[in-house]
């Protein structure tokens, strides 16, 4: 068996896929994994979750989890395209700060019986929240910055 | 610590609860003879220890056997007129009940029972086997579970715990409780804040680590002092010793400045019309501040900040940045009278579209409300009140 064979194919979209999302919408989407024979799938978990990026050591959460193995039973169809759904929590947000970045992600990973696993990732954002101005450049910009600094 | 509490426990049953245990039911009971008795001492270490020596004689099977005994531990300790006390009840040439080893008749003891206060001790590694063992039962549950599968897992025990039915436990994951801030009603407004940190508190801890600080410096300093005078300076001490006095000569510079805080500047208080706080939406703060003060300003700043911890190699290190700071009220050159604090209410708005408050493991964003007083020749003071910010209009739920 070639080295290809050993890889799956995983396929991800979500629906009606747009800019952002709102707390309490519901996310839906599907996800196929191809190409590997379910004899030689162990398992396969999907996550709606969080994770922050920047300077600091990571913070995660996971809002939606869940993981067929062999022992739940893949089913018959391996190959056919599988649906989620979650209600999106209210927090915390996507945000795009100096030293902290919240980004949320649907995470798909598939365990091989030979100890390997991959993993495939569609991000989305979860509401609006700005990009902060650091107050030094406010003070620079003036007015129209989210930073305001009164006078010292 | 499962291994540190295993050698622990085995340590503690091999010295005491073992032979202990033996003594009080395998022994069997005779009668012996004590033929003399001394006060045993240790001085292996630095300290002197002690321990009753009875040397008895007694019969076994028709057999004589003699042995050197008190109780079974054989434990020396550095309470000697204990040991004395235990020496008076045995006489020389007298007839006592004692104990012996069938299988050894010349381990005999005068003394049976448990070493109670040694059974405290089990304390220690019960603690360290309880925090190792389940350490070792999560790591084999969890081996080689994906970190999303970990994490579900904790969210998952936490909803069982909790019984919180919403979506994964919680209503507003990763944002703070307002538990702390909300519990104390205010006398103006609804609501009291408690200051981040208290003045006397940050005294107190500044004090203590000075003292310690310099204490230690001192020892060291006197010895280097002493050296000079009498001949024998110890140059490469006292170099060695230079960055330890100049931080404990800052450590001073800050406990003063603290402390003329503490003493000249009166309390702070704060109190806030609602909360948590939503952007977008306007609340009332009221602030009073006491003392006997003339100010070249008094200031209420809006305040927002990212905190990021990260190791780097073996040290943690934590990195804070403003990323939103507003002036909410000013006032200069005000005189404040004992009896009669300044008081002033104002209004205080998140702005729409700002970032809700954030707790991590690691990271976090914070809002808080600081005052900062500017007074004449004494140091500038800062007393902060946290709030928390919830998601605003534009992000609730649909």
Redesign the interface.
Known sequence: MSLAMNTPLMSMTIDRRREAY????TLTGEYQIDVVKTDDLKAV?L?V??Y?V????????????E?QSRETSFGESLGSWRRFS??L?????S?D????K?RWCV?L?VFLRGGK?FSEEVQFQL????R?T??EAAKAEGVGS??????E | MLAAGLIVLMYLVNLVIWPEWRANHHFVEGRAVVIGKALAENRETDTVTFRPDIEIEHLSDGVKHRAVTHDITRIHSSNRSDHEAALEQFTVGEEYPCWYNPADPSEAVLVRGYTWWMWLFLFLPAVLLYIGGWGLIASAFQWGA????R??SL?QARLLVTGNLT??G??????PSDDNITNSPGTHLPFRLPINVSTWWKLFGICAITLIWNGIALVFAVRVIIGYFTGAADFWLALFLIPFVIFGVLLTFAFVHELLIAIGVGPTQLEISAHPLAPGEEVRVWISQGGRLTLNRL?A?LV?E??????QGTDTRT??????????W?RRDAQILDGAPLETEFACEI?T????S?K??????HWRIIITGNIPRRPNFERSFPVIV??GA?????
């Not at chain 2, 994906?146 to 599968?149: I, K, V």
């Not at chain 2, 990195?319 to 909410?328: A, D, G, M, N, S």
Request: aromatic share 8%; net charge negative; with cysteine.
């Open positions: 709102r707390p309490g919408e978990e996550s979750l969080w922050t920047g300077k600091g050591d990571e913070d995660l959460g996971v809002h939606y989890f993981r979650t209600v929590p209210a927090s915390p947000l945000y700060g100096m030293l902290v919240i995470r990973r696993d509401g609006e929240v700005p902060p650091p107050p989210n930073v305001l600094l009164g006078p | 994906t970190m999303e599968r994490t579900a969210q979506v994964n919680e209503l507003y994951p990763a944002i200031a700043r927002c990212e905190t990021a911890t990260y190791r990195e804070t940045r403003v990323v939103f700071e507003r002036l909410l000013e702005p579209g700002s970032m809700h954030y991590g493991q690691h990271n976090e964003i919830y998601p534009l992000t609730k739920l649909i």
